[in-house]
């Protein structure tokens, strides 16, 4: 059964700061994975999606990197502005069809 | 572009009454998936379609029920409600998996039990 863990749960980092957040899967049978950002009380906008024979997607400030064979993938971003504060939860997509979420990174970026 | 819509954005119930959601996926998508969140956690799968027939089941209890029309449009039901069902539900629609094809999610439907 696929498990997702997403770590730190919560990070507080000073504006302008370079910051990583860490996805890990047990499965690495997936077509994807997907990272998304939540507002509070919001839905989930997709950020990137990285496709299983991809190694790294890269979005304005974002860069979404895997590595399906030690099932992992980060999401960086670079010089975080106070904008960036929200939850950031990754899912991945197996090859059975079901999608699996993180249980999300509480991101704060301090003014 | 268009994207999922849902309905209603937030609805007020009160223990043992009836709730229908509405979702409309984008347009071409022939697979939609419903997710619970409660407040704090991670979103939890329901169920989901693929062609409007039942493709998938996860956590969705005996008093929910769903179903994908043949517009694609689905409805989550949920009867005999209870206070732990306050959460966000989400609906969610894709093409069938490839290795590219993006899930796009809607903004929900804010569901509160009184």
């Known amino acids: 059964k696929q498990e997702v863990t997403q770590i730190p749960a919560a990070l507080s980092v000073p504006e302008g700061e370079n910051l990583v957040l860490n996805c890990s899967f047990t499965?690495?049978?997936?077509?994807?994975l997907q990272w998304f950002r939540q507002d509070p009380g919001k839905g989930l906008t997709s950020l990137l999606l990285i496709q299983s024979s991809q190694r790294e997607q890269t979005s304005g400030r974002l860069n979404a990197s895997l590595d399906k064979s030690s099932g992992r993938s980060t999401l960086y971003i670079a010089a975080s502005q106070p904008g960036d504060s929200a939850t950031y939860l990754c899912?991945?997509?197996?090859?059975?069809?079901?999608?699996?979420f993180g249980k999300g990174t509480r991101l704060h970026i301090l003014p | 572009a268009a994207g999922v819509i849902q309905s209603p954005r937030h609805l007020i119930k009160e223990k043992r009454e009836t709730a229908t959601l509405k979702c409309y996926p984008i347009p071409r998508h022939d697979t939609v998936y419903w997710y619970q969140q409660g407040p704090g956690q991670d979103p939890q799968f329901l169920i989901s379609f693929y062609e409007k027939m039942q493709s998938d089941k996860g956590s969705i209890p005996d008093r929910f029920s769903a179903q994908q029309f043949s517009d694609y449009h689905s409805e989550l039901n949920m009867s005999s409600l209870e206070l732990g069902d306050s959460a966000l539900y989400f609906c969610?629609?894709?093409?069938?998996?490839?290795?590219?094809?993006?899930?796009?999610f809607g903004s929900g439907t804010q569901l509160s039990v009184l």
């Open positions: 969610a629609s894709s093409r069938r998996a490839t290795t590219n094809e993006k899930l796009f």
């Open positions: 899912a991945v997509r197996g090859r059975d069809d079901k999608i699996i």
């Open positions: 499965d690495s049978a997936i077509y994807n």
